[in-house]
C-alpha cells in the first residue's frame, strides 16, 4: 500500500523559508493589522533615523547640514553647550520667530530644537542596551530554571528573588554615584540591572508548563539535546511575550534615565538627554516662574511623549501575538474550517 507513495524531501533552503514565515513573517503580518502599530512603527521608526543621522553629525559626517545647506534651509544642527560655559545675560529667542531657531532658544542662545535632536542618539542607544541585556538575561534565566529544574532550578530562583528584593531606583542611583558612566550602553544596563527579574519570574511559570507538552516529551525521548529542545521547543513559544516585556524595559529606560539626568546625577555637559534639557528649563532658566519661557519646558517633553507613546502602542498593537487563533487564521486553517462548519450546518 506504499508502493507508490512519494517521499518528499525537505531542502535547507525551505526549511529556512518555513522558519522566517512562522516566526516573522506571520507575527508581522498579524501585528501589522493593527493601526496601533503602525503608528508605532512609523514613530518609532523617525526616532531611529533621527538619531542616525544626529549620530553621524556628532562623529564628524555633517550629512543632515549638508542636505539643509543645499536645501537653502537657515537652521543647522548644532551641539548644545551647558548653560555654565555660556553667557547668561542673552535675550531668550522664542518659538516661530525666526526661522534659525524654529523652537526658540534658551537663555543662552542654545537652540532648543537642536538640543532636543542632539539627545536621540543618546536615548535610542540606552533603549537597546537596557531592551537586550534585560530581555537575554530574564529569557536565559527564566528558561534554564523552568527547564532544568532541581539543583539548577533552586539557585537561579534564589538570585532571582534577591534581585526581585532589592529596590530598583535606588539601586541605580547608588551604581550610578560610584560608576559615573558615560556611556549610553552602560547607563541602559545599568538601569535595567535588576528589571529582568520579575520577567524571568514569569518565563520560568511558563516554561514549567511548556516542558509537559506532548512534543518536548517526544524531543527528549528522540534525544535531542537540551539546548536544541529550548531554542526549537520552547523559546518559539515564548518571543511573543518576551518582545512585548521588551518594550517594558524600554519605556524604563526612558523614564528613568531623564530622571536620572534631571536630577543632574549623569551628565549635563551637553544636552545628552531629554532629562538635562528639563534641567536646563528649570533650574538654569527658571521656564516655570518667568513668563513667556514654558515652551522651554514643553517642547523637551514632546519627544518624550512621543517615544513612550510609540512604545505603549507597539505593546497593545502586539497584544494579537498572543492569540493562537488568529495566528493560525492567518495560516488559512481557521478559514478551512469556517467553510467546513458551513458546508454541514448551513446558515438558514
Same mark, same amino acid.
Given at each position: ?49 533621527? #538619531? ?10 555633517? /550629512? ?7 536645501? %537653502? ?14 553667557? !547668561? ?29 542632539? #539627545?536621540?542618539? %543618546? ?26 529544574? %532541581? ?11 534577591? #534581585? ?15 560608576? !559615573?558612566?558615560?556611556?549610553?550602553? /552602560? ?40 539546548? !536544541? ?31 536620572? *539626568? ?23 532658566? *527658571? ?22 507613546? #510609540? ?38
Amino acid at each position: 500500500m506504499f508502493g507508490e507513495s512519494a517521499v518528499t524531501e525537505v531542502t535547507r533552503r525551505q526549511q529556512v523559508r518555513e522558519t522566517l514565515e512562522e516566526s516573522v513573517v506571520a507575527p508581522f503580518t498579524v501585528a501589522w493589522s493593527d493601526w496601533r502599530t503602525k503608528v508605532a512603527l512609523i514613530l518609532i521608526s523617525g526616532f531611529v533615523a533621527t #538619531a542616525i543621522l544626529v549620530w553621524l553629525h556628532q562623529l564628524g559626517y555633517t /550629512v543632515l547640514n549638508d542636505v539643509l545647506r543645499v536645501g %537653502g534651509s537657515p537652521w543647522q544642527l548644532e551641539a548644545p553647550r551647558s548653560p555654565a560655559g555660556l553667557e !547668561q545675560d542673552r535675550i531668550a529667542v522664542r518659538p516661530f520667530r525666526t526661522w534659525r531657531y524654529p523652537l526658540g532658544t534658551f537663555k543662552n542662545g542654545v537652540g532648543v530644537l537642536s538640543a532636543m535632536l542632539w #539627545a536621540t542618539p %543618546g536615548m535610542v542607544q540606552m533603549i537597546v542596551a537596557g531592551g537586550i541585556f534585560s530581555t537575554v538575561m530574564a529569557t536565559v534565566v527564566g528558561t534554564v530554571s523552568g527547564y532544568k529544574g %532541581g539543583t539548577v532550578e533552586s539557585v537561579l530562583n534564589t538570585i532571582v528573588d534577591v #534581585a526581585m528584593s532589592i529596590p530598583g531606583l535606588p539601586l541605580v542611583v547608588v551604581l550610578v554615584a560610584i560608576i !559615573q558612566p558615560s556611556s549610553p550602553y /552602560v547607563i541602559g544596563i545599568l538601569i535595567t540591572i535588576n528589571i529582568w527579574a520579575g520577567l524571568a519570574r514569569t518565563i520560568h511559570s511558563q516554561v514549567l508548563s511548556l516542558r509537559e507538552e506532548s512534543y518536548v516529551e517526544a524531543s527528549r525521548t528522540m534525544g535531542i539535546s537540551t539546548p !536544541q529542545i529550548i531554542r526549537k521547543d520552547i523559546l518559539p513559544n515564548l518571543m511573543p511575550y518576551i518582545s512585548v516585556n521588551f518594550v517594558y524595559a524600554a519605556r524604563r529606560v526612558v523614564y528613568d534615565s531623564i530622571a536620572l *539626568y534631571y536630577l543632574g546625577l549623569l551628565g549635563g555637559a551637553t544636552a545628552e538627554n531629554w532629562g538635562v534639557m528639563l534641567d536646563w528649563a528649570h533650574n538654569a532658566n *527658571y521656564a516655570l516662574s518667568v513668563s513667556g519661557r514654558s515652551y522651554m519646558l514643553l517642547f523637551p517633553m514632546l519627544p518624550i511623549v512621543l517615544l513612550s507613546m #510609540a512604545l505603549i502602542l507597539l505593546s497593545q498593537g502586539t497584544d494579537k501575538l498572543f492569540n493562537p487563533r488568529v495566528r493560525t487564521r492567518h495560516a488559512g486553517e481557521t478559514v478551512q474550517d469556517d467553510d467546513a462548519d458551513t458546508a454541514i450546518n448551513p446558515p438558514a
